[in-house]
């Protein structure tokens, strides 16, 4: 099965942001869980929201620092989508999705910052 994603960068990040918070409503209502999910919520939405500020950039300098957290949030989301993963174990699947996602849009932020700098 192929999987058709957004060419458009910012549409990408906000369904990456979509996908998890959608995806979080099937976890078990435990502690960990609930903040766990909060802390995804928050990184996986900050990828885009800075994504986005970067495009309105005041110079190549506010420019590659708006990139970088959203490459660094990238890398957060990840984190906390395999950290619930283990948790988790009966979603493995989908949460191994995420993840990939999260990785796919640090290493293309990384690509636009090295062409940048």
Known sequence: MVV????NLEERT???ARDCRLFLKHLKNT???NEDSKQLVKSSGSIGANYIEAN???GQKDFLF???IA???AKESRYWLRLLKTTNEEHSLEFEKLIVEAE???RILSVIINKVQ
């Open 4 to 7: 058709e994603r957004a060419y």
């Open 14 to 16: 906000f369904e990456f």
């Open 31 to 33: 502690i960990s869980n």
């Open 56 to 58: 309105e950039k005041l």
């Open 66 to 68: 708006r990139l970088k």
């Open 71 to 73: 490459r660094k949030e």
């Open 104 to 106: 796919e849009l640090r």
